[in-house]
């Protein structure tokens, strides 16, 4: 089992930033791309932005040059920067990695974490 776990959410104000940091646990063998998903009420879970392990990424046309994401391969964790926040980046986030778990045998695994709340409002 691979675990994600998701932390920084928050209110914000409109304009203003916030971190989101996400950990991977458990017998991981490798770990591919990391990246983050969002959700609002009602509406489908999106793309948000993408990295691999080399540093390449890819980002949703939507927070292009305003969101960051980064990750830090020794720690199996992936950040994402989020500035000059809009009130429809409102959504529930949700962090997913892909790689292999087990230490003798790898196997593939397509993991996601809970969520954290994001909440853009005055």
């Known amino acids: 089992q691979v675990q994600l776990v998701e932390s920084g959410g928050g209110l914000v104000q409109p304009g203003g930033s916030l971190r989101l940091s996400c950990a991977a646990s458990g017998s991981i063998f490798k770990i591919n791309t990391m990246g983050w998903y969002r959700q609002a009420p009602g509406k489908q879970r999106e793309l948000v932005a993408t990295?691999?392990?080399?540093?390449?990424?890819n980002y949703a046309d939507s927070v292009k040059g305003r969101f960051t994401i980064s990750r830090d391969n020794a720690k199996n964790t992936v950040y994402l920067q989020m500035n000059s926040l809009k009130p429809e980046d409102t959504a529930v986030y949700h962090c997913?990695?892909?790689?292999?778990?087990?230490?003798?045998?790898?196997?593939?695994?397509?993991?996601w974490g809970q969520g954290t709340q994001v909440t853009v409002s005055s």
């Open positions: 997913n990695a892909d790689g292999l778990r087990g230490l003798y045998y790898p196997t593939p695994f397509d993991s």
């Open positions: 990295i691999t392990t080399a540093g390449s990424t």
